[in-house]
């Protein structure tokens, strides 16, 4: 699975966009994005995900550049329970790959009043 | 809601016990896995199970051994625990689909005296 660079750390003013950026330059044509985020220690969290075009839910927006090296995770109205630890994932969605997720550093996402 | 389980959320306990750490989950989900995190650092996982009676050894090399007999329940055991073994240990699961939307449990934070 490609590789994805994040930014260890952010701040965000509560009620503005916060907006999360990852490199994966050497994303393949078959592999995902996945967004996951961890609050203190809590098991992470399903934010979202997508291959080529952009996606949006309750949670979260996803944007993916067209060449598909780089995405940013937008969260529109930032609010202090967003604080959390924010993984950026690329995985080959495969029946054989058993949905293994690799977690690195992610961001850190401080909101602050 | 995600419907996982992990007992107990904390365990301290002395060298040389043999501990169970529990995981349940009621969304029938075929994939389960467990996750090793030390505080501060990266989740890294150390087992997982594509179904009843499957279990495979993770990316992180762990002394610990699992099991699958029935699909909701995926224990993970430490036939002698050592202070090393102290850390915080996921489950989560996923259906069998290329979603990649992994469920995680709060966590069972472990530590060995």
């Known amino acids: 699975d490609a590789k994805t660079t994040q930014p260890p750390s952010m701040d965000c003013a509560e009620g503005r966009a916060a907006n999360l950026p990852c490199n994966h330059s050497?994303?393949?044509?078959?592999?995902?994005v996945y967004w996951y985020r961890q609050i203190h220690s809590q098991g992470p969290q399903y934010i979202i995900h997508g291959l080529k075009n952009n996606e949006t839910n309750e949670m979260a927006s996803l944007i993916i550049t067209e060449d598909r090296k780089s995405s940013t995770l937008i969260l529109p109205h930032a609010t202090l329970r967003d604080t959390a630890v924010y993984y950026c994932i690329v995985r080959v969605a495969n029946y054989n790959a058993g949905n293994m997720l690799t977690f690195g550093g992610g961001t850190r996402l401080m909101v602050k009043p | 809601e995600a419907d996982i389980y992990q007992t107990p959320r904390y365990l301290v306990i002395g060298t040389g016990k043999k501990i169970t750490l529990e995981c349940s989950q009621t969304?029938?989900?075929?994939?389960m896995y467990w996750y090793q995190q030390d505080p501060g650092m990266e989740l890294h996982l150390i087992h997982y199970s594509y179904g009843v009676n499957s279990t495979e050894k993770g990316d992180l090399s762990s002394e610990s051994t699992v099991s699958r007999i029935r699909t909701e329940h995926f224990p993970l055991t430490l036939e002698s625990a050592r202070p090393s073994h102290t850390s915080q240990y996921l489950c989560?699961?996923?259906?069998?689909?290329?979603?990649?939307?992994?469920?995680f449990g709060e966590g069972s934070r472990l530590t060995v005296l």
């Open positions: 989560a699961s996923s259906e069998w689909s290329n979603t990649g939307e992994l469920f």
């Open positions: 969304m029938g989900h075929d994939k």
């Open positions: 050497t994303i393949s044509g078959n592999e995902y």
